[in-house]
């Protein structure tokens, strides 16, 4: 696959050269034809990559983030922790 040079994207996140922490991070990339990157997710769905799609919005090219999604590339919720009860304590006679 032939992309821009390292230099091009130095500072910034690039999904080739410096990914962002993003959860799809791991997942296989794939170029599109209008050469926006994305990640394969573990069901065979192309999501768009998040720093692909953050190129192409700095270059003023907005709407490649539309896709047939399965749900993956949503950010995972995370469970907040289970705060301990406090026990009441009650008056007895």
């Not at 192309?46 to 399965?70: N, Q, T, W």
Request: contains cysteine; hydrophobic residues 25%; glycine residues 8%.
């Amino acid at each position: 696959m032939k992309y821009h040079n390292k230099k091009a994207c130095a500072g910034q996140a690039c999904c080739i050269h410096n990914p962002s922490k993003h959860h799809m991070v791991d997942w296989p990339l794939v170029l599109r034809e209008s050469t926006l990157m994305e990640r394969k997710c573990p069901h065979g769905i192309g999501h768009p990559d998040p720093d692909s799609l953050a190129y192409f919005k700095r270059i003023g090219m907005e709407g490649f983030g539309v896709h047939g999604c399965d749900g993956c590339c949503q950010k995972p919720k995370v469970k907040a922790k289970a705060t301990p009860k406090t026990k009441t304590r009650t008056k007895t006679k």
